[in-house]
């Protein structure tokens, strides 16, 4: 019974937060009579404003983000025609972190340099995983099974560690960069800031829930892989 109600409350406290937010976004999805322009107009307004000298506004397939490489703020179809609350939020909260790329933000630098090796250590760790259990029973040696296992760990703590730097850099986008210059602006009624910030919020949560995943991930394997 105990067993269940954990399992129960960890599946909550991952999934949970995925679920409200897209619950949050669809609710304040709809068009908005009145509002002055779409998500894309209010970044390519603030790309302006704030000189970010460089940075694009293009429509994407692959989800809302910024691509500091090609120095892109990407909506969705939604939110870059939309004339929502959420094209609103998610329009901002991506020129957030045009702006932190273009003050030098230290965590966004730190992400950028750290998430393409921990993808690729990841993928050795995932291999390494695999591997592991044939090598111990092939060689029937602890040495390579050890190695193989240290591999695969280290695969899941550099995930990790790309979330927990990650989770800074979104909470100042959001909180940090998006509230503040929607607030400033004022480009929304005094009581729609309230709902902008339901939005941010649940989308942190989302960040959160997926730190949290990875870690409750490199718990398990590392329980599994050193019980052999």
């Known amino acids: ?7 129960s409350i960890l599946a909550l406290m991952i999934f949970g937060p995925s679920i409200w937010v897209q619950k949050v976004m669809r609710a304040n999805a709809k068009e908005i009579p009145g ?3 779409t998500g894309a107009e209010l970044a390519r307004h603030l790309v302006e404003r704030y000189k970010i000298d460089g940075v694009t506004v293009e429509v994407t397939e692959a989800g809302d983000h910024y691509d500091p490489g090609a120095k892109a703020v990407r909506l ?14 998610v329009a901002t909260h991506e020129v957030g972190h045009a702006i932190q790329h273009h003050r030098g933000d230290s965590n966004l630098a730190a992400r950028n340099r ?6 690729q250590i990841s993928r050795v760790g995932v291999a390494a995983i695999s591997l592991a259990p044939v090598l111990g029973l092939i060689t029937r040696h602890p040495a390579p099974f050890s ?16 979330h927990l730097i990650t989770l800074p850099t979104e909470w100042d986008a959001s909180f940090g ?6 607030r400033e602006g004022r480009y ?3 009581d729609e800031e309230r ?16 730190a949290l995943a990875e870690v409750l991930n490199l718990a398990r394997w590392a329980a599994i892989l050193l019980r052999r």
């Open 114 to 119: 750290m998430a393409p090796l921990a993808n």
């Open 188 to 190: 929304v009624a005094p």
């Open 195 to 210: 709902v902008i910030a339901k939005i941010l919020r649940a989308a942190a949560l989302t960040y959160v829930a997926a």
């Open 35 to 37: 509002m002055p322009g």
């Open 76 to 89: 969705s179809e939604a939110n870059y025609s939309g004339k929502s609350l959420t094209a609103v939020a």
């Open 1 to 7: 019974m105990l067993i269940v109600l954990a399992v």
């Open 147 to 162: 190695l193989m296992v240290v591999l695969g760990l280290s695969g899941l703590v550099a995930k990790v560690i790309v």
């Open 177 to 182: 960069k998006a509230l503040p210059i929607i």
